[in-house]
């Protein structure tokens, strides 16, 4: 969503982690021997709740650690603060207590709970080990890490029966494929994969509820998910909110998922989706837990991507935090609970999992060049695109082509690809170093050349910037581009009209070469118009519905240029619906025209060509 420019949240500087990168292995092995857990289990426990990272105190629900021990009297406090009455269904999920827990286990603090590495490890080994031993189940380092299954679901601090199940399911495989890692912290932390039989028939033995997720709700079991809805209200004076009714996926269809960030806490982003003068869109994600909250039928449009084309065609999940912020409002039970839903939304309306069928806010384009600048930019440079597309099943790393010459898909790895990011919280001053999803691109093959120029965001030809919320010269994470260049360890792609360079050593790639299809101008065409909607001819529209002016955005695709292909079979449609009545006439009407359209990676952002005006090449 990118609401307003984030006030972000400075790391707790009394965080102490230990100074040497193995210090996490040995808390692992620590904990795990002095409360009888197997390392394997605790490693594997940890990385399904942050991936072994130790981010001070995220989100709403407060948990610390690699171990994510939440402080319920934190997290209470929080949602409460200045907001108001809570909606029902955000107030009627208590908070687990594992911080307060842990204390009472291990007799620490909970001060050294929150900021010591090893204390926090020992009081997530201790809350396993209590499990067990509540359970009557066996403890000490030899058990069977399948053994252990009620104790890991138990750990995922949802008291429902298939929430917890899932979270169990996804350590379980952890342990199975293993992970190696360095954490945003600099910890290198490893689990070599190993075979586990999960008891999953101990998981009564907890007691847990077996609610089943509302009819309303569009969701899959395993999940947290709520109905939560947003008012469609007549506000008068032919004004409404806060959304638009309609009949997808049959008209119009559903061709995207939308992912955006709040930039807003839990509770005010509630507060907002439920205020009929305010904007809507189709889920929330809870940064602490996953939790989900629905709040439009699928069938609906909702307001959340700046561009009407792509709200009539998309799903929008805004997920809980701040984008400047990054890794301490993303968190795993969220980045799991998202792909969970993803892939299930995915498969049922047929959308393909790539990064040109789901894809950021920060990728949607401008109707008009007017409206260009303004676009959005969350959720920025700090969400793990790689990662979340492995959770979808989909790596980012398939479909790569030995010895192909004309495609490059952008991959230079997250954790360790720590590019200059400025103004999170000062102006002009860096941010704190942490893993990015982009590399940028220079105007020559030289680390001092100017980053290149985005003329949609800055019209006097001035250099981009680094600037958190300047997406002006990044080359995003997954997205595919088509080679203008090389030059030794340079490699040169068409961006929004110019070339632009990035380092890309054949001994440390940051992008590898992909198959699949480019566009280029037809014979005797000197430059292509490129468009942020693809609406049908002037001839599509029925009496009684004006045409929709398609103005050309302000890039240059010309002559000589390429773009990588997208999507061949882009919607070609205007869904009106301007007013609150869905029985007006010549409203809530999808108008469908002969024209094509082809979806093309021309910067940061997509945009669409005309059939009539290219051609279709098939890459090398």
């Not at 594992?98 to 926090?120: C, I, K, M, P, S």
């Not at 008291?159 to 899932?166: I, P």
């Not at 720590?418 to 990015?436: E, H, I, M």
């Amino acid at each position: 969503m990118a609401m307003a420019s984030p006030a972000a949240q400075a790391a707790d500087p009394s965080v102490t982690v230990g100074d040497d990168a193995g210090s996490r292995e040995r808390a692992f092995e620590a904990a795990a021997s002095e409360f009888g857990v197997p390392r394997t289990v605790l490693e594997a426990v940890s990385y399904a709740q942050t991936r072994w990272d130790f981010n001070p105190g995220h989100s709403s629900s407060g948990g610390y650690g690699p171990m994510h021990l939440v402080d319920a009297d934190l997290g209470s406090a929080a949602e409460g603060k200045g907001l108001g009455d809570a909606p029902a269904a955000d107030a009627a999920a208590p908070v687990a207590d594992t911080l307060g827990r842990a204390a009472g286990l291990t007799g620490l603090d909970e001060a050294a709970l929150r900021t010591d590495e090893l204390a926090n490890i020992r009081g997530g080994a201790a809350l396993l080990a209590a499990t067990q031993q509540r359970l009557g189940l066996p403890t000490g380092t030899d058990t069977k890490a399948g053994d252990w299954y009620a104790a890991v679901a138990d750990a995922s601090g949802s008291a429902q029966e298939d929430v917890a199940a899932a979270f169990a399911d996804d350590t379980y495989s952890v342990i199975a494929s293993g992970a190696s890692r360095r954490t945003v912290d600099g910890k290198d932390v490893s689990l070599l994969p190993s075979a586990a039989t999960p008891q999953k028939g101990q998981l009564d033995r907890l007691g847990l509820t077996k609610k089943a997720n509302s009819a309303q709700t569009d969701c899959p079991p395993g999940l947290d998910c709520d109905w939560v809805p947003a008012p469609y209200k007549d506000l008068g004076g032919g004004d409404y909110g806060n959304h638009d009714l309609a009949s997808r996926p049959v008209s119009p269809k559903i061709t995207n998922i939308v992912i955006h960030n709040t930039e807003a806490s839990w509770n005010t982003t509630l507060k907002l989706v439920t205020d009929p003068t305010y904007l809507a869109w189709n889920y929330s994600l809870r940064s602490s837990d996953g939790r989900i909250a629905q709040h439009l039928e699928p069938k609906d449009v909702g307001w959340h991507a700046g561009n009407w084309y792509v709200n009539s065609h998309s799903i929008g999940l805004e997920h809980e935090g701040f984008a400047a912020t990054g890794a301490q409002w993303f968190s795993e039970p969220m980045y799991r609970s998202s792909a969970r839903l993803v892939r299930y939304l995915a498969t049922k309306y047929d959308i393909p999992l790539d990064m040109q069928h789901v894809f950021g806010h920060d990728q949607i384009p401008g109707v008009t060049p007017a409206n260009v600048a303004g676009m959005h930019w969350d959720p920025g440079p700090y969400w793990n695109w790689e990662h979340y597309f492995q959770l979808l099943g989909a790596p980012l790393q398939s479909h790569g082509v030995d010895g192909a010459q004309d495609l490059v898909r952008i991959l230079p790895g997250f954790d360790d690809n720590l590019q200059t990011v400025t103004s999170c919280t000062t102006a002009g001053q860096p941010c704190q170093p942490q893993g990015t999803n982009f590399v940028y691109l220079r105007t020559a093959p030289s680390e001092t050349a100017p980053l290149v120029n985005d003329i949609g965001r800055k019209s006097s030809g001035a250099p981009s910037t680094t600037s958190v919320s300047d997406i002006g010269a990044r080359a995003q994470t997954g997205l595919t581009f088509a080679v203008a260049d090389r030059q030794g360890d340079w490699t040169a792609i068409w961006f929004n009209g110019v070339k632009g360079w990035f380092h890309n050593p054949a001994s440390d790639p940051t992008a590898i070469a992909v198959g699949g299809q480019y566009v280029v101008p037809k014979a005797g065409l000197a430059r292509v118009p490129v468009y942020g909607r693809a609406y049908p001819e002037a001839s599509a529209y029925p009496a009684g519905i004006p045409v929709q002016s398609l103005a050309p955005l302000q890039y240059q695709f010309t002559a000589g240029q390429r773009y990588a292909v997208g999507d061949l079979t882009v919607p070609t449609n205007y869904y009106r619906a301007t007013t609150y009545s869905a029985t007006t006439p010549n409203d809530h009407v999808d108008v469908v025209g002969q024209d094509r359209y082809y979806q093309v990676s021309l910067g940061h952002r997509f945009a669409f060509v005309r059939a009539a005006d290219v051609d279709v090449v098939t890459a090398k």
